[in-house]
């Protein structure tokens, strides 16, 4: 296990080699290590899903630098909370997105910074393809796909809340629809998205 | 029958009073909390459709630090004087008390351990009494104290006293190759460390 000295010294020969051997850690133990105090496991974590938790901030927040606060915030709350989490046996990606997700929010609305415009361009393929690893490309197409099979307004009650930050109340506003209406597009739709992800096997868990 | 909020939430779309009334809800809702998990699953899985771009190598220091910014305490070889005295400005009377030596790595007869960039000094005596100095840490959190924590032969952290302002005087000794950490807890201190680190420093 790296130690202190290890962390500090950064990316030696021993600290690659700790990298190497927490890659083959499950998520769950790495939050372990992470609620016992171990920066290792941290970045290991981060090595896993820092890359898609920023993804989404910035799709939220729209600025590099908010973006980066809100995964810097997001990872304090797992170093944090890590022990409470484990005792509660959630999937630890679902709950690092999540922190990240609710950070990336917060900030959002605080700035009063949001767009409102994030449905045309979800459909689209990212950038530079070339460098993302095979497992993410894997996880998109899978989501995309699920997420095309909703009805148009169920996607779009998702999408708005999701990547807007909106609040239901505000959704129903700039949709012009009751907040009823707004608040069972979104439990109709999130959970027919559950269920089309179970049936094409999906693991959000990085492998 | 599940609660028509539980979406909304997992999609993180209520404002903050509908956040409190549906966990209150919550607490006394089985149903709920099962149907929540897989509506965060599905609400997390959209996470990966977004653009992907690659962050900042610093991000990933940043958070790897954000648990606790680790300092490494390195016995100092050569000092400078001028700078080790503007460096321990913040506590002038303690330095005159102990008063500075020309002598290597130590002050006073102290040990001296500095962390890289001045984040922090820890001085040693002969029978392992210390004195802590912490620069840049923000003021803690309203109604919160730092707490200074010793940890020696892989036992627990023990309570060794608080900072007040960048100062702590340890209350416990610290034996060569034990670690020294602060965290904020709430006034009056804790048995056993609750919050954050927010310094870590080992004295090898």
Known sequence: MATVTDFLRGPTDSQT?????????????????????????????????????????LRIVRDRALAEDAVQEG?????????????????PSTWILTLIHRRAVDLVRREERRRADPIDELAQPTGDATDEEAW???????????????????REAIELAYYGGFTQSELAERL????????SRMFAGLRRLRELLAEAGLDVDAP | MTHPEAAAFALDALDTDEVTEFERHLESCPACEDE??????????????????????????RVVDTGAPVVALRRRLRPRLAPAAAALAACAAIVLAIGPSRDGGSIGGMDRFDARGSKATLLVGEAGEAVLVAR??????????????????????RPAGELHGSLAVLTRQVPRGATVAVSAEPFGGSPRPTGPLVLQATTT
């Open chain 2, 36 to 61: 929540l998990e897989g509506l965060q699953v599905a609400a997390a899985a959209l996470a990966f459709v977004v653009e992907l771009p690659v962050p900042r190598p610093e991000l990933r220091s």
């Open chain 1, 136 to 154: 993410l490309r894997a996880q998109r197409q899978v989501v995309q796909e699920a997420l095309r099979k909703l009805p148009d307004e169920q």
């Open chain 1, 17 to 57: 080699a700790s990298r190497r051997d927490l890659g083959h850690l499950s998520d769950e133990a790495l939050l372990a290590l992470v609620s016992r105090g171990d920066h290792a496991a941290l970045g290991e974590l981060y090595d896993r899903y820092g890359r898609v938790g920023y993804g989404l901030a």
């Open chain 2, 136 to 157: 840049r840490l923000p003021p803690p959190p309203a109604g919160m104290v730092y707490e200074v924590w010793v940890t020696a032969g892989g036992g627990a952290a």
């Open chain 1, 75 to 91: 990872f304090l709350a797992v170093w944090r909370s890590a022990g409470t989490f484990l005792a509660q046996h959630g999937k």
């Open chain 1, 176 to 183: 012009g629809q009751p907040l009823g209406t707004i608040k």
